[in-house]
């Protein structure tokens, strides 16, 4: 299953596949962004992450529409160039060109795992360690090198811990220890669990021999 979307440039496609996930086609013309995209909160709009929502909320603006609306050299005065782009995004227009090749390149390697119950002590460590696990076997499968890792809960409010390494480790028991990975003590009720990747992805295969990042 997958979920397609087709507009008039980059961005308003991408917007579009999100509205019939996990599978659908979705097709949004320039003069429909008013009644598809408009109604939808803020936050939907691509490119704005949570600390930009919640800026815009402090505006007064709740939807892709008032956004739309709003005076465009406000914007730029209270976000700069991005306050331009913006506003631009939300009456559909996007000048980002279309590349075929994006997704030959590998730009990170993630897993994740909902908890069924409360993990606390060594199961939240065996938890980290298993994702751990799993993700280093992909990179090694695809023979990849990056330099930095991040563990990501969603709780509440999606927390983030990020760490960057100064060179690849050939196991990241010998690096850190077993219990040294990253240390939690309790996460909530059927909470998701997300080691959120391995990022930087060297473009250059490893070849000739394995390397185990982590």
């Known amino acids: 299953m997958c979920s397609v979307g087709i507009g008039p440039n980059k961005l308003v496609a991408k917007m579009a596949a999100e509205l019939q996930k996990p599978d659908g086609l979705t097709v949004i013309t320039i003069e429909e962004v008013p009644g598809k995209l408009w109604p939808l909160p803020v936050g939907e709009l691509f490119g704005v992450g949570?600390?930009?929502?919640?800026?815009?909320?402090?505006?007064?603006?709740?939807?892709i529409g008032e956004l739309a609306k709003y005076p465009p050299e406000i914007l730029k005065q209270k976000f700069g160039v991005i306050g331009h782009v913006l506003h631009l995004s939300a009456n559909g227009i996007n000048c980002s060109p279309v590349n075929p090749h994006s997704l030959d390149r590998?730009?990170?390697?993630?897993?994740?795992?909902?908890?069924?119950?409360?993990?606390?002590?060594d199961e939240i460590k065996v938890a980290i360690l298993d994702l751990s696990e799993k993700v280093a076997h992909r990179v090694r499968q695809g023979g990849y090198a990056g330099k930095t890792?991040?563990?990501?809960l969603d709780l509440f409010n999606q927390k983030e811990r990020f760490r960057r390494l100064n060179q690849a480790c050939d196991d990241i028991r010998q690096r850190f220890g077993y219990n040294?990975?990253?240390?939690?003590?309790?996460?909530?009720k059927e909470g998701r669990l997300v080691l959120s990747c391995l990022t930087n992805i060297h473009t250059e295969k490893i070849s000739g021999r394995d390397c185990r990042l982590i």
Do not use: F, M, P, W
């Not at 390697?109 to 908890?115: E, I, K």
């Not at 890792?149 to 990501?152: A, E, G, N």
């Not at 990975?181 to 909530?188: A, D, E, K, V």
């Open 149 to 152: 890792v991040t563990l990501s």
């Open 106 to 121: 590998v730009k990170s390697v993630g897993n994740q795992l909902t908890l069924s119950h409360d993990y606390a002590g």
């Open 50 to 63: 949570r600390k930009t929502e919640k800026k815009l909320r402090g505006l007064g603006i709740h939807t």
């Open 180 to 188: 040294s990975i990253l240390r939690c003590t309790s996460i909530t």
